[in-house]
């Protein structure tokens, strides 16, 4: 359809995926409420926040057609990913596959080149955390030599627990438990644009990006690892602490 | 999730208490129950080795094969009493004896020079030669005015870490 109108079909698309989008906030009550300047689509910008269900992402997809990074569900949540989301360019992922690392930061490199893509959303914790907490952010979207515009996402409690523990339960059954809660009240802030200090790392400027949403947002910053609820952690981890610790008692040994 | 605090009756969560000496709240032994029947994945009772392993935090720990035989197969009553020495209300003197216990690997009550080189072994891993271990060791002793003979006691354990401050507190959530 409209097949010689390629940009007016892009921008048909958006609008049909926020509205899908704003139907499925509509279905549990959603009443969100935003705040500061709507994300405007700029070449060489990234937007990342932190993440508590997958739908934050349609929280965030209702207000403007981001293209996501996610990993491939089964189910009909995979249907829902292949043909919908496929309109907004999305990228995936495999957690569980080792080399799949620098596939997808090769995707995301050429994502935020292309001029005409949808602006590219990031969830840097890289799973579902509770909202009381951030964990250590993946630096990946850090490196991308973007803008990083930070938006953060708190639900109100009261209403409803929307973390998604895929561990405990699928996601048929969390989406089952929050249309069936009394409502789905949450606050999205898109933050100020944050760009690499000189002589700043990637990691220290996720960390700080994570400090700026964490602070909006009330929420704790933990040092944990995100993908240790997946897997049990590798003998490097504790082979870092041993590490600080021998050389701090090797210093103070020097200074005697 | 929340079937089980509906296990504990208030005279368990009573009996648990006193056997901790008061040092968790009612509503942190629940919560504590509750993270026990998450790790003890088949309800039997205890946590086993592995399921402790299970916890990154505890699994990246040097000293989690020390801390697994002190808290292996314990059932709840116990396994609060060990982390009560965590509780923020907690003397000095608990938290002192837990570390002792870490340290008295054979468990007769002293600790030698080669105890404390093997908790050191631990904690340094790869990164320091059995050499520099007793460089260090026969330092800090002389600093504290024992020699690499000497047997420490709980008392010496108390003596020496009499002024410094322990943070060793956990804060159990609760809903």
């Known amino acids: 359809m409209l097949k010689g109108h390629d940009a007016l079909r892009k921008k048909l698309e958006r609008v049909l995926v926020e509205l899908i989008c704003s139907f499925f906030v509509a279905s549990w009550t959603g009443v969100v409420k935003y705040h500061g300047p709507r994300p405007s689509n700029r070449p060489k910008q990234v937007f990342v926040a932190n993440h508590t269900s997958m739908i934050d992402f349609i929280i965030l997809e209702q207000m403007t057609a981001f293209a996501v990074i996610m990993q491939k569900h089964p189910g009909w949540v995979g249907l829902l990913q292949s043909t919908i989301l496929e309109s907004v360019g999305c990228i995936w992922f495999n957690r569980s596959e080792a080399k799949d690392r620098e596939i997808v930061a090769k995707k995301l490199r050429d994502h935020v080149q292309g001029t005409d893509n949808n602006p590219l959303l990031i969830f840097p914790e890289g799973t579902c955390v509770n909202n009381h907490y951030t964990v250590m952010f993946k630096k990946g979207a850090f490196e991308l030599g973007c803008t990083v515009c930070p938006v953060a996402i708190k639900y109100n409690k009261i209403f409803v627990d929307a973390f998604w523990n895929s561990r405990k339960q699928s996601f048929t059954m969390h989406l089952l438990q929050l249309m069936t809660s009394w409502a789905v009240v949450c606050d999205v802030w898109y933050l100020e644009p944050q760009t690499l200090k000189p002589g700043e790392t990637p990691i220290e400027f996720a960390e700080r990006v994570r400090g700026i949403i964490s602070v909006r947002a009330g929420l704790k910053k933990v040092p944990w690892d995100g993908y240790l609820k997946y897997s049990r952690p590798s003998p490097k981890h504790r082979e870092g602490k041993q590490r600080s610790f021998a050389e701090w008692v090797l210093r103070r040994l020097e200074e005697k | ?175």
Do not use: W
């Not at chain 2, 088949?42 to 402790?52: M, P, R, V, W």
């Open chain 2, 1 to 175: 999730m929340g079937n089980a605090s509906s296990m504990l009756t208030q005279y368990d969560i009573e009996e648990v208490q006193d056997h901790c000496n008061n040092l968790f709240s009612q509503q942190e032994i629940v919560s504590l129950y509750e993270r026990f029947c998450q790790l003890d994945r088949n309800a039997k009772g205890f946590i086993s080795a592995d399921e402790f392993l299970s916890v990154p935090e505890f699994a990246m720990n040097p000293l989690s094969q020390r801390l697994l035989k002190m808290v292996d197969g314990l059932n709840f009553k116990d396994f609060v009493a060990f982390l009560s020495a965590f509780s923020a209300k907690a003397s000095k003197r608990q938290k002192i004896e837990l570390i002792f216990k870490v340290y008295d690997t054979d468990c007769n009550g002293k600790v030698s020079f080669n105890d404390i080189l093997e908790v050191l072994r631990d904690l340094s891993g790869p990164f320091m030669s059995d050499e520099q271990r007793e460089q260090v060791l026969v330092q800090v002793l002389k600093e504290a005015g024992y020699t690499k003979e000497s047997y420490l006691l709980l008392d010496d354990f108390i003596k020496v870490f009499g002024n410094s401050d322990l943070k060793m507190e956990v804060e159990v959530p609760i809903d």
